[in-house]
C-alpha cells in the first residue's frame, strides 16, 4: 500500500462529509432567503463556506484518485493552495467592503486567519512533497479537517445570527 492510499478512508469520510455540508448549506441558505439578506454580506459570510467545503471535497477526490506518481497531484493541490489564498484575501476585502454587519474578532478568525492557514498548509505540504511525503500528507490531512471544521463554524455561525439575532432586530 502507499502512503497516500493508506490516507483513502480518511477522504471518503472527510469528502462526504464535505459534500454533505454543501448540500446543507444551500438548504440552509434557502430557508433564510426571505429576511433579504444583505448581498455583499452573503458574499462575505455565506459563499467562503460553499467554497471551503468544495475544496475539501476536491482534495479528498484528488486524494482518492488512483494517481500512478505524486508530481501530478502535488501540482494539483499546490494550485488549490494558493487559489484558497487568493480567495481568502478576497474574502477578507468582502469583509471590509459590506456594510450590513460589522465583523467581530471571531468572525476575523473563522473568515481570514483560519483559513488562510489551512491554505498556507496545503500550499506547503503539497510543495514539499516529493522530499517529505509522510509529513506532507499530514498536513494536507490536518487542511482539508481544519477547512471542513471552519465550514461547520461559519454555518452554525451563520444560522444562530439569522434566528437569533436578525429576529431580535427585526422586533
Do not use: C
Not at 486524494?63 to 488549490?80: E, K
Not at 476585502?93 to 483560519?114: I, N, S
Not at 498536513?139 to 436578525?166: E, K, M, Q, S
Request: glycine content about 8%.
Amino acid at each position: 500500500m502507499t502512503p497516500v492510499a493508506a490516507w483513502q478512508n480518511f477522504y471518503v469520510i472527510v469528502g462526504s462529509s464535505a459534500g454533505a455540508l454543501i448540500g446543507l448549506q444551500f438548504v440552509v441558505l434557502s430557508l433564510i432567503a426571505d429576511r433579504r439578506p444583505d448581498a455583499d454580506a452573503g458574499q462575505a459570510f455565506a459563499t467562503p463556506n460553499i467554497v471551503h467545503f468544495g475544496a475539501v471535497l476536491g482534495i479528498s477526490g484528488l486524494l482518492s484518485a488512483p494517481w500512478d506518481g505524486n508530481l501530478s497531484l502535488d501540482v494539483l493541490l499546490a494550485l488549490v493552495g494558493i487559489s484558497g489564498i487568493t480567495y481568502v484575501i478576497v474574502v477578507i476585502r468582502r469583509m471590509r467592503l459590506q456594510t450590513a454587519y460589522r465583523p467581530e474578532f471571531e468572525d476575523w478568525l473563522f473568515h481570514a486567519v483560519l483559513p488562510f492557514a489551512a491554505y498556507i498548509a496545503l500550499t506547503v505540504s503539497a510543495s514539499v512533497a516529493q522530499r517529505f511525503l509522510r509529513e506532507s500528507l499530514f498536513g494536507i490531512g490536518a487542511a482539508a479537517l481544519l477547512l471542513l471544521f471552519i465550514g461547520i463554524h461559519n454555518a452554525w455561525d451563520a444560522v444562530t445570527y439569522h434566528v437569533f439575532a436578525r429576529k431580535e432586530q427585526e422586533r
